[in-house]
Structures are given as C-alpha cells and as structure tokens.
C-alpha cells in the first residue's frame, strides 16, 4: 500500500486543522468520559475531573515536547531557544506519560488526595487518547516502522520511503 495522504484537513492560511490534532482531541474527549465515569464508580469528586483533565493535558503536552527537544533534538534547544515553547510539532509519547504523571502528582499534592486512588481513576483516559494519537501519527507518515514485504507493509512516499515498512 502507497499511503501519500495529506495531513492538514483544512487550510485557512493563518491556521490549519490537521488531522493529529483531531485525532488527539477526540482522544481526549473520549480519555475524559472514561475518566469521569471512573471517579463516579470509584466514588471520588467528580467536580474534579475537568479541572485534573486541564492539567493531565497540558503535563501531558509540556512533556512530550520537553523529551522530545532534550532526547531527539537537543541542538534545537541551543540554536533555537524559543523552540521551546512552540508545542506545534515534536512530542514524544514517553515524554507525554511523564508529564501526565507529573501534573497528576502536582495536582492531587495540591488537592490533598491519594496519588493512587487518582491514578487509577485516571488511567483509563490514556487507554483512549494513545490509540488515537497513533492513528494521527500514521495520518502524518510518522514513526513508521522496519522495512518489510509481508501485505501489509506501507510505503510513506511523502518521506521518500521506498520499501514497505510496519506501520507502526
């Protein structure tokens, strides 16, 4: 399978709607109804759950991005210091786990509620947002995987990729 498929899904010239985007917004959405009925069975204030979302979002976005510069890019930081606040591109899914885990520790520290108890409330939300995110990144001919010549291999033209890869 070739796949040359366009990720920006609307172009206005001063914004653009891409498609990872939509894609890690529906994750979020869905992440937040799965994370409010999960307080409401685990019987904890569920006036709490937008708040912690809004945080759980930004660590999670902070994150991926400062483990994406520091790991991938580290000369980015250097000759382009303002690359760190522009969240637009480069964000590492290990570095979006920490920074959840990190906001989720800040907040319940300010809360004064059980890290663990959260926690669990809240891991059931990653369970939608990952798979999601992973569908953008292949919306965006990213992290593709080995070469391969089983049937399902996909060739990413937009990169100049050749030989078919595991999409990953």
Partial sequence: MRWDFDPVLVDLGF??????GLFF???VFLG???????????KLPEEQV????IWLVVGTIIGAHLVHL?????????????????VRQGLASHGGGLGSILALWFYVRRHKASFLRYADAVTVGA???LPFVRIGNFMNSEIYGRPTDLPWGVVFV???LTQPRHPT
Avoid: K, N
Wanted: hydrophobic fraction near 45%; charge should be positive; include cysteine.
């Fill in 70 to 86: 520091l790991f991938y890019e580290p000369w980015t930081i250097i000759e382009h210091p303002l690359s760190l606040i522009d």
């Fill in 158 to 160: 937009r990169d100049g």
């Fill in 25 to 27: 917004a529906a994750g």
């Fill in 127 to 129: 369970v939608w947002v």
């Fill in 15 to 20: 914004i653009q709607i891409r498609l990872y």
């Fill in 32 to 42: 937040m109804g799965a994370i409010q009925r999960s307080f409401r069975r685990r």
């Fill in 50 to 53: 937008s708040p912690l979302c």
